[in-house]
Protein backbone atom coordinates (compact mmCIF):
# COMPACT_ATOMS: atom_id res chain seq x y z
CA UNK A 1 0.00 0.00 0.00
CA UNK A 2 1.13 3.24 -0.50
CA UNK A 3 2.70 4.92 2.62
CA UNK A 4 -0.06 5.39 5.54
CA UNK A 5 -2.87 3.64 3.67
CA UNK A 6 -3.79 0.46 4.78
CA UNK A 7 -5.93 -1.91 2.22
CA UNK A 8 -8.32 -3.37 4.77
CA UNK A 9 -9.19 0.11 6.05
CA UNK A 10 -9.71 1.24 2.37
CA UNK A 11 -12.22 -1.39 1.84
CA UNK A 12 -13.56 -2.52 4.84
CA UNK A 13 -17.87 -1.67 4.77
CA UNK A 14 -17.57 0.04 1.35
CA UNK A 15 -20.35 -0.53 -0.85
CA UNK A 16 -18.77 -2.30 -3.78
CA UNK A 17 -20.73 -3.59 -7.36
CA UNK A 18 -18.54 -5.34 -9.09
CA UNK A 19 -19.14 -5.44 -12.96
CA UNK A 20 -18.07 -8.96 -14.72
CA UNK A 21 -17.74 -12.05 -12.60
CA UNK A 22 -16.68 -14.13 -15.36
CA UNK A 23 -15.20 -17.92 -15.53
CA UNK A 24 -11.36 -17.14 -15.94
CA UNK A 25 -10.93 -16.70 -12.49
CA UNK A 26 -10.04 -12.82 -12.28
CA UNK A 27 -13.16 -11.92 -11.16
CA UNK A 28 -13.11 -14.31 -8.71
CA UNK A 29 -9.67 -13.10 -7.44
CA UNK A 30 -11.01 -9.74 -7.27
CA UNK A 31 -14.15 -10.66 -5.87
CA UNK A 32 -12.75 -13.00 -2.83
CA UNK A 33 -10.01 -10.36 -2.05
CA UNK A 34 -12.82 -7.41 -1.35
CA UNK A 35 -15.28 -10.14 0.64
CA UNK A 36 -12.30 -11.09 2.88
CA UNK A 37 -11.17 -7.51 3.54
CA UNK A 38 -14.95 -6.66 4.62
CA UNK A 39 -16.99 -4.58 1.60
CA UNK A 40 -20.57 -5.30 1.10
CA UNK A 41 -20.37 -6.50 -2.71
CA UNK A 42 -23.08 -6.92 -5.40
CA UNK A 43 -21.46 -9.08 -8.14
CA UNK A 44 -23.41 -8.38 -11.57
CA UNK A 45 -22.79 -10.31 -14.56
CA UNK A 46 -25.00 -10.67 -18.06
CA UNK A 47 -24.53 -14.77 -17.50
CA UNK A 48 -26.79 -16.06 -15.84
CA UNK A 49 -26.66 -18.32 -12.64
CA UNK A 50 -25.83 -21.45 -14.46
CA UNK A 51 -23.57 -20.26 -16.77
CA UNK A 52 -22.09 -18.96 -13.82
CA UNK A 53 -21.74 -22.08 -12.06
CA UNK A 54 -18.27 -22.83 -11.92
CA UNK A 55 -17.47 -19.40 -10.20
CA UNK A 56 -20.14 -19.54 -7.89
CA UNK A 57 -19.20 -22.50 -6.28
CA UNK A 58 -15.93 -20.71 -5.23
CA UNK A 59 -16.96 -17.75 -3.36
CA UNK A 60 -20.29 -20.04 -1.44
CA UNK A 61 -18.88 -19.22 2.16
CA UNK A 62 -19.57 -15.41 1.79
CA UNK A 63 -22.10 -13.54 3.42
CA UNK A 64 -21.48 -9.80 2.44
CA UNK A 65 -21.80 -10.99 -1.31
CA UNK A 66 -25.11 -10.49 -3.37
CA UNK A 67 -25.72 -11.27 -7.20
CA UNK A 68 -27.87 -9.80 -9.78
CA UNK A 69 -27.21 -12.14 -12.20
CA UNK A 70 -28.40 -12.69 -16.35
CA UNK A 71 -28.51 -8.35 -16.24
CA UNK A 72 -27.28 -5.56 -15.10
CA UNK A 73 -29.87 -3.02 -13.45
CA UNK A 74 -29.03 1.02 -12.90
CA UNK A 75 -29.92 1.25 -9.72
CA UNK A 76 -26.81 -0.97 -8.71
CA UNK A 77 -24.79 1.76 -9.94
CA UNK A 78 -26.12 4.46 -8.28
CA UNK A 79 -26.03 4.22 -4.41
CA UNK A 80 -22.06 2.64 -3.81
CA UNK A 81 -19.30 3.39 -3.35
CA UNK A 82 -16.96 1.95 -5.97
CA UNK A 83 -17.28 0.63 -9.02
CA UNK A 84 -14.93 -2.19 -10.36
CA UNK A 85 -15.43 -2.98 -13.57
CA UNK A 86 -14.06 -6.10 -15.50
CA UNK A 87 -11.60 -5.67 -18.38
CA UNK A 88 -13.77 -5.50 -21.49
CA UNK A 89 -16.74 -3.86 -19.95
CA UNK A 90 -18.08 -1.45 -23.33
CA UNK A 91 -16.08 1.76 -22.95
CA UNK A 92 -19.10 3.45 -23.66
CA UNK A 93 -21.46 2.17 -21.31
CA UNK A 94 -24.62 3.11 -19.66
CA UNK A 95 -23.56 2.06 -16.27
CA UNK A 96 -20.31 3.24 -16.11
CA UNK A 97 -21.72 6.31 -17.09
CA UNK A 98 -24.20 6.09 -14.62
CA UNK A 99 -21.83 5.80 -11.80
CA UNK A 100 -19.77 8.81 -12.86
CA UNK A 101 -23.11 10.65 -13.17
CA UNK A 102 -23.34 9.80 -9.41
CA UNK A 103 -19.87 10.54 -8.73
CA UNK A 104 -19.02 7.30 -7.79
CA UNK A 105 -14.94 5.94 -8.66
CA UNK A 106 -14.64 3.46 -11.52
CA UNK A 107 -11.73 1.40 -11.20
CA UNK A 108 -10.19 -1.55 -12.32
CA UNK A 109 -7.79 -4.86 -10.81
CA UNK A 110 -4.99 -3.45 -11.86
CA UNK A 111 -4.59 0.21 -11.66
CA UNK A 112 -6.32 0.54 -8.34
CA UNK A 113 -3.57 -2.12 -7.36
CA UNK A 114 -0.92 0.16 -8.65
CA UNK A 115 -3.10 3.19 -7.55
CA UNK A 116 -2.38 1.67 -3.67
CA UNK A 117 0.43 -0.17 -3.43
CA UNK A 118 4.28 1.03 -3.02
CA UNK A 119 5.87 -1.45 -4.71
CA UNK A 120 7.89 -0.47 -8.12
CA UNK A 121 5.60 -1.29 -11.29
CA UNK A 122 6.63 -2.73 -14.36
CA UNK A 123 4.46 -2.45 -16.89
CA UNK A 124 3.89 -4.13 -20.80
CA UNK A 125 1.89 -3.31 -23.04
CA UNK A 126 1.44 -3.41 -26.86
CA UNK A 127 -0.87 -5.24 -29.63
CA UNK A 128 1.70 -8.37 -29.99
CA UNK A 129 4.63 -9.59 -27.57
CA UNK A 130 3.64 -7.96 -24.44
CA UNK A 131 3.02 -12.16 -22.69
CA UNK A 132 6.62 -13.12 -24.11
CA UNK A 133 8.05 -9.26 -22.85
CA UNK A 134 6.17 -9.59 -19.54
CA UNK A 135 6.99 -13.39 -18.35
CA UNK A 136 10.76 -13.23 -19.79
CA UNK A 137 11.64 -10.30 -17.48
CA UNK A 138 9.40 -11.96 -14.76
CA UNK A 139 11.25 -15.34 -14.51
CA UNK A 140 14.71 -13.00 -14.67
CA UNK A 141 14.04 -10.99 -11.99
CA UNK A 142 12.45 -14.01 -9.86
CA UNK A 143 15.90 -15.85 -9.77
CA UNK A 144 18.02 -13.13 -9.61
CA UNK A 145 16.58 -10.46 -7.42
CA UNK A 146 17.84 -12.30 -3.99
CA UNK A 147 16.94 -9.01 -1.73
CA UNK A 148 13.72 -7.79 -3.44
CA UNK A 149 10.30 -10.07 -3.92
CA UNK A 150 9.11 -10.48 -7.56
CA UNK A 151 5.06 -10.64 -8.28
CA UNK A 152 3.69 -10.68 -11.51
CA UNK A 153 0.16 -9.84 -12.20
CA UNK A 154 -2.17 -7.31 -15.34
CA UNK A 155 -3.65 -9.91 -18.31
CA UNK A 156 -2.61 -12.88 -16.58
CA UNK A 157 -5.00 -16.18 -16.94
CA UNK A 158 -6.99 -16.54 -13.90
CA UNK A 159 -5.06 -14.49 -12.02
CA UNK A 160 -6.47 -11.27 -10.64
CA UNK A 161 -4.08 -8.46 -9.47
CA UNK A 162 -6.21 -6.45 -6.34
CA UNK A 163 -4.82 -9.83 -3.78
CA UNK A 164 -1.30 -8.81 -4.32
CA UNK A 165 -1.69 -5.95 -1.90
CA UNK A 166 -1.75 -8.33 0.29
CA UNK A 167 1.69 -9.36 -0.01
CA UNK A 168 3.67 -6.74 -2.29
CA UNK A 169 5.66 -4.24 -0.45
CA UNK A 170 7.81 -1.48 -0.65
CA UNK A 171 10.92 -1.96 -3.08
CA UNK A 172 9.09 -5.30 -4.33
CA UNK A 173 8.83 -5.74 -7.90
CA UNK A 174 5.47 -6.18 -9.55
CA UNK A 175 5.56 -7.18 -13.64
CA UNK A 176 2.10 -6.56 -15.12
CA UNK A 177 1.12 -7.47 -18.48
CA UNK A 178 -1.30 -4.49 -19.53
CA UNK A 179 -3.85 -4.72 -22.07
CA UNK A 180 -5.74 -1.45 -23.42
CA UNK A 181 -8.60 -2.31 -21.45
CA UNK A 182 -7.20 -2.41 -18.05
CA UNK A 183 -4.67 0.90 -19.55
CA UNK A 184 -7.97 2.60 -19.32
CA UNK A 185 -8.20 2.40 -15.51
CA UNK A 186 -4.64 4.22 -15.48
CA UNK A 187 -6.39 6.84 -17.64
CA UNK A 188 -8.91 7.56 -15.23
CA UNK A 189 -6.37 7.41 -12.39
CA UNK A 190 -3.91 9.38 -14.45
CA UNK A 191 -0.89 7.16 -13.55
CA UNK A 192 1.77 5.29 -15.21
CA UNK A 193 3.89 2.91 -13.90
CA UNK A 194 7.97 3.39 -13.02
CA UNK A 195 9.09 1.46 -15.84
CA UNK A 196 7.06 0.89 -19.21
CA UNK A 197 7.46 -1.40 -22.09
CA UNK A 198 5.41 -0.29 -25.07
CA UNK A 199 6.37 -3.19 -27.85
CA UNK A 200 4.24 -2.48 -30.92
CA UNK A 201 1.27 -0.53 -32.25
CA UNK A 202 -1.12 -2.50 -34.93
CA UNK A 203 -4.75 -3.08 -35.41
CA UNK A 204 -6.79 -4.86 -32.87
CA UNK A 205 -9.85 -4.65 -31.11
CA UNK A 206 -11.52 -2.89 -33.69
CA UNK A 207 -15.05 -4.58 -32.67
CA UNK A 208 -14.56 -3.07 -29.32
CA UNK A 209 -12.87 0.32 -30.51
CA UNK A 210 -15.64 0.50 -33.34
CA UNK A 211 -12.91 1.27 -36.16
CA UNK A 212 -11.39 4.04 -34.28
CA UNK A 213 -7.34 3.35 -33.53
CA UNK A 214 -6.76 6.51 -32.58
CA UNK A 215 -9.14 5.52 -29.33
CA UNK A 216 -7.10 2.30 -28.87
CA UNK A 217 -4.34 4.43 -28.84
CA UNK A 218 -5.05 6.64 -26.56
CA UNK A 219 -6.05 3.91 -24.26
CA UNK A 220 -2.46 2.22 -24.73
CA UNK A 221 -0.86 5.68 -24.12
CA UNK A 222 -1.64 5.67 -20.90
CA UNK A 223 1.53 3.58 -19.93
CA UNK A 224 3.57 6.27 -20.72
CA UNK A 225 1.42 9.31 -20.82
CA UNK A 226 1.85 10.46 -16.73
CA UNK A 227 5.22 9.14 -16.32
CA UNK A 228 7.54 11.61 -14.56
CA UNK A 229 11.14 12.35 -15.60
CA UNK A 230 12.89 9.91 -12.88
CA UNK A 231 10.22 7.19 -14.92
CA UNK A 232 11.46 5.11 -18.36
CA UNK A 233 9.76 4.18 -21.75
CA UNK A 234 11.54 1.48 -23.52
CA UNK A 235 10.05 1.56 -27.22
CA UNK A 236 10.48 -0.87 -30.00
CA UNK A 237 11.51 1.54 -33.41
CA UNK A 238 7.94 1.03 -34.95
CA UNK A 239 6.39 2.17 -31.40
CA UNK A 240 8.63 5.51 -31.95
CA UNK A 241 7.28 5.91 -35.20
CA UNK A 242 3.36 5.49 -34.09
CA UNK A 243 3.97 7.73 -31.32
CA UNK A 244 5.65 10.26 -33.35
CA UNK A 245 2.48 9.87 -35.23
CA UNK A 246 -0.37 9.81 -32.19
CA UNK A 247 1.12 11.64 -29.48
CA UNK A 248 1.06 15.29 -29.45
CA UNK A 249 2.14 15.86 -26.13
CA UNK A 250 5.39 16.14 -24.50
CA UNK A 251 6.91 12.62 -23.38
CA UNK A 252 8.11 13.29 -19.55
CA UNK A 253 10.05 9.72 -19.02
CA UNK A 254 13.30 8.89 -20.47
CA UNK A 255 12.28 7.27 -23.77
CA UNK A 256 14.85 4.36 -24.68
CA UNK A 257 14.20 3.33 -28.09
CA UNK A 258 16.03 -0.43 -28.55
CA UNK A 259 17.19 -2.10 -32.03
CA UNK A 260 17.58 -5.69 -31.98
CA UNK A 261 20.50 -6.77 -30.96
CA UNK A 262 21.31 -9.86 -29.08
CA UNK A 263 25.08 -11.12 -28.37
CA UNK A 264 25.76 -14.02 -31.10
CA UNK A 265 26.72 -16.59 -28.34
CA UNK A 266 23.34 -16.80 -26.41
CA UNK A 267 21.47 -19.83 -26.61
CA UNK A 268 17.56 -18.33 -27.88
CA UNK A 269 14.69 -20.83 -27.41
CA UNK A 270 11.92 -18.70 -28.83
CA UNK A 271 12.09 -18.24 -33.58
CA UNK A 272 11.06 -15.28 -35.32
CA UNK A 273 12.36 -11.95 -35.67
CA UNK A 274 9.64 -10.70 -33.32
CA UNK A 275 10.84 -12.41 -30.27
CA UNK A 276 14.35 -11.44 -30.84
CA UNK A 277 12.67 -7.65 -30.37
CA UNK A 278 10.66 -9.18 -27.58
CA UNK A 279 14.05 -10.25 -25.78
CA UNK A 280 15.87 -6.83 -26.53
CA UNK A 281 13.59 -4.89 -24.53
CA UNK A 282 12.98 -6.84 -21.88
CA UNK A 283 16.94 -6.61 -21.54
CA UNK A 284 16.84 -3.52 -21.49
CA UNK A 285 14.39 -3.40 -18.09
CA UNK A 286 16.69 -5.88 -17.07
CA UNK A 287 19.54 -3.83 -17.02
CA UNK A 288 17.52 -0.62 -15.53
CA UNK A 289 16.63 -2.99 -12.47
CA UNK A 290 20.14 -3.88 -12.43
CA UNK A 291 21.29 -7.03 -13.20
CA UNK A 292 24.58 -7.70 -14.77
CA UNK A 293 25.18 -9.41 -17.99
CA UNK A 294 25.70 -12.78 -17.00
CA UNK A 295 22.31 -13.01 -15.03
CA UNK A 296 20.52 -11.54 -17.85
CA UNK A 297 22.05 -14.16 -20.31
CA UNK A 298 21.10 -16.65 -17.96
CA UNK A 299 17.16 -15.39 -17.95
CA UNK A 300 16.82 -14.99 -21.26
CA UNK A 301 18.71 -18.61 -22.15
CA UNK A 302 16.52 -20.66 -19.51
CA UNK A 303 13.36 -18.90 -20.96
CA UNK A 304 11.62 -21.60 -23.38
CA UNK A 305 8.07 -19.38 -24.22
CA UNK A 306 4.56 -18.75 -23.08
CA UNK A 307 1.65 -21.89 -23.73
CA UNK A 308 -0.12 -20.65 -27.08
CA UNK A 309 2.06 -18.53 -28.49
CA UNK A 310 4.08 -20.14 -30.76
CA UNK A 311 4.57 -22.96 -28.48
CA UNK A 312 5.77 -26.37 -29.43
CA UNK A 313 3.86 -29.14 -28.89
CA UNK A 314 5.57 -32.24 -29.99
CA UNK A 315 6.83 -33.73 -33.20
CA UNK A 316 5.38 -37.09 -33.94
CA UNK A 317 6.30 -39.47 -36.40
CA UNK A 318 7.88 -36.81 -38.09
CA UNK A 319 4.89 -33.99 -38.17
CA UNK A 320 5.71 -31.33 -35.98
CA UNK A 321 2.72 -29.62 -33.89
CA UNK A 322 2.38 -25.80 -32.70
CA UNK A 323 -0.10 -24.36 -30.73
CA UNK A 324 -0.33 -20.43 -31.48
CA UNK A 325 -4.00 -19.73 -30.36
CA UNK A 326 -3.45 -16.41 -29.00
CA UNK A 327 -2.48 -15.60 -32.52
CA UNK A 328 -5.75 -13.56 -32.55
CA UNK A 329 -5.53 -10.96 -35.74
CA UNK A 330 -4.13 -11.38 -39.15
CA UNK A 331 -0.33 -9.42 -37.90
CA UNK A 332 0.22 -12.42 -35.61
CA UNK A 333 -0.27 -15.05 -37.80
CA UNK A 334 1.86 -12.91 -40.56
CA UNK A 335 4.57 -13.31 -38.06
CA UNK A 336 4.42 -17.05 -37.49
CA UNK A 337 4.30 -17.84 -40.75
CA UNK A 338 8.05 -16.19 -41.11
CA UNK A 339 9.47 -16.97 -37.60
CA UNK A 340 8.04 -20.59 -39.15
CA UNK A 341 9.60 -19.96 -42.78
CA UNK A 342 8.94 -23.47 -44.15
CA UNK A 343 6.81 -24.32 -47.42
CA UNK A 344 5.62 -27.33 -45.34
CA UNK A 345 3.02 -25.83 -43.32
CA UNK A 346 -0.41 -27.02 -42.61
CA UNK A 347 -2.94 -23.96 -41.15
CA UNK A 348 -5.42 -24.27 -38.72
CA UNK A 349 -6.82 -20.76 -39.13
CA UNK A 350 -10.22 -18.30 -39.21
CA UNK A 351 -12.75 -17.92 -36.51
CA UNK A 352 -14.56 -14.54 -35.43
CA UNK A 353 -13.44 -11.14 -36.57
CA UNK A 354 -11.97 -8.21 -34.56
CA UNK A 355 -13.25 -5.69 -37.84
CA UNK A 356 -9.67 -6.18 -39.10
CA UNK A 357 -8.29 -6.65 -42.59
CA UNK A 358 -7.46 -9.85 -43.97
CA UNK A 359 -6.18 -8.77 -47.22
CA UNK A 360 -2.47 -8.55 -46.81
CA UNK A 361 -1.95 -12.02 -44.30
CA UNK A 362 -3.88 -14.27 -47.01
CA UNK A 363 -1.81 -12.94 -49.72
CA UNK A 364 1.20 -14.43 -47.28
CA UNK A 365 -0.85 -17.79 -46.94
CA UNK A 366 -1.10 -18.13 -50.39
CA UNK A 367 2.06 -18.39 -51.59
CA UNK A 368 3.53 -19.45 -47.98
CA UNK A 369 1.27 -21.94 -46.91
CA UNK A 370 0.93 -26.14 -48.18
CA UNK A 371 -2.66 -26.54 -46.83
CA UNK A 372 -5.22 -24.24 -45.12
CA UNK A 373 -8.33 -25.83 -43.17
CA UNK A 374 -10.36 -22.57 -41.76
CA UNK A 375 -12.60 -23.34 -38.87
CA UNK A 376 -16.11 -21.39 -39.67
CA UNK A 377 -16.80 -17.74 -38.15
CA UNK A 378 -16.94 -14.12 -39.48
CA UNK A 379 -13.03 -13.91 -39.77
CA UNK A 380 -13.16 -16.80 -41.81
CA UNK A 381 -15.19 -15.00 -44.00
CA UNK A 382 -13.17 -12.29 -44.86
CA UNK A 383 -10.03 -14.91 -45.46
CA UNK A 384 -12.62 -16.95 -48.41
CA UNK A 385 -12.22 -13.75 -50.34
CA UNK A 386 -8.78 -13.79 -50.99
CA UNK A 387 -7.48 -17.57 -50.92
CA UNK A 388 -6.39 -18.73 -54.22
CA UNK A 389 -7.06 -22.40 -53.87
CA UNK A 390 -10.36 -23.84 -52.50
CA UNK A 391 -10.06 -24.88 -49.01
CA UNK A 392 -11.62 -26.71 -46.18
CA UNK A 393 -14.18 -25.09 -43.85
CA UNK A 394 -15.08 -26.89 -40.87
CA UNK A 395 -17.20 -26.35 -37.60
CA UNK A 396 -14.87 -27.50 -34.69
CA UNK A 397 -11.60 -28.44 -33.66
CA UNK A 398 -11.59 -32.05 -34.21
CA UNK A 399 -12.61 -32.02 -37.52
CA UNK A 400 -9.78 -29.43 -38.34
CA UNK A 401 -7.02 -31.67 -36.16
CA UNK A 402 -8.64 -35.08 -38.45
CA UNK A 403 -8.37 -33.36 -41.91
CA UNK A 404 -5.42 -31.94 -41.11
CA UNK A 405 -4.15 -35.12 -39.88
CA UNK A 406 -5.17 -36.81 -42.76
CA UNK A 407 -3.03 -34.78 -45.20
CA UNK A 408 -0.28 -34.50 -43.48
CA UNK A 409 3.25 -36.44 -44.29
CA UNK A 410 6.19 -36.54 -43.11
CA UNK A 411 8.08 -33.15 -42.62
CA UNK A 412 5.56 -31.26 -42.37
CA UNK A 413 4.24 -28.70 -39.61
CA UNK A 414 0.42 -28.30 -38.39
CA UNK A 415 -0.12 -25.26 -37.34
CA UNK A 416 -2.80 -23.48 -35.14
CA UNK A 417 -2.96 -19.83 -35.48
CA UNK A 418 -5.82 -18.72 -36.16
CA UNK A 419 -5.60 -14.90 -37.00
CA UNK A 420 -8.86 -14.42 -35.50
CA UNK A 421 -10.98 -14.19 -32.12
CA UNK A 422 -12.51 -17.30 -31.00
CA UNK A 423 -15.72 -16.69 -29.59
CA UNK A 424 -18.72 -18.75 -31.10
CA UNK A 425 -17.49 -21.96 -31.49
CA UNK A 426 -15.09 -21.91 -28.02
CA UNK A 427 -15.22 -20.47 -24.70
CA UNK A 428 -12.38 -18.72 -25.52
CA UNK A 429 -8.52 -18.93 -26.69
CA UNK A 430 -7.16 -20.65 -24.17
CA UNK A 431 -10.54 -23.24 -24.59
CA UNK A 432 -9.29 -23.74 -28.45
CA UNK A 433 -5.65 -24.20 -27.92
CA UNK A 434 -6.28 -26.82 -25.25
CA UNK A 435 -8.52 -28.59 -27.45
CA UNK A 436 -6.03 -28.52 -30.22
CA UNK A 437 -3.22 -29.74 -27.29
CA UNK A 438 -5.10 -32.67 -26.27
CA UNK A 439 -5.51 -33.78 -29.77
CA UNK A 440 -2.20 -33.75 -30.30
CA UNK A 441 -0.93 -35.55 -27.03
CA UNK A 442 -3.78 -37.85 -27.80
CA UNK A 443 -1.54 -39.13 -30.87
CA UNK A 444 -0.55 -42.83 -30.55
Given at each position: ??????????????????????????G????????????????????????????????????????????????D??K????????????????????????????????L???L??????G????????T????????????????N?FLG??????????????????????????????????????S???????????????Y?????Q??????????????????????E????????????????K??????????D??I????????????????????L????S?????????H???????????F?????????????????????????D??????????????????V????????K??I?I??????????????????V??M????????????????????????????F?N?????D??????????
Open positions: MKEGIDYRQYFKNKRITVMGLGLLGRIGVVKFLAECGADLLVTDLKNKKELESSLNKLKKFENIKYVLGKHRLAFKCDIVIKAANVPFDSIYTKEARKNNILVEMDASFAKSPATIIITGTRGKSVTNLIYNSLKHSLKNRVGNIKGMATLPLLKKAKKGDCVVLELDSWQLQGFGDFKIPHISVFTNFMHDHMNYKGDTRYFNDKANIFKYQNKNDYLIISQTEQEIKKRFKNKIRSVIQIKKHIPKWKNLIGEHNKLNITLAVKVLEIGLNMQIKKGVEDYGEPGRLELIRKKGIVYYNDTNATTPDALMAALKALDKNIILIAGGNDKELDYKEVEFINKKVKVLKGTATNKILLHLSEPVDVNNKEAFIKARNFAKKNDIILLCPGAASFGVKEYDRGQFVKLVKELK
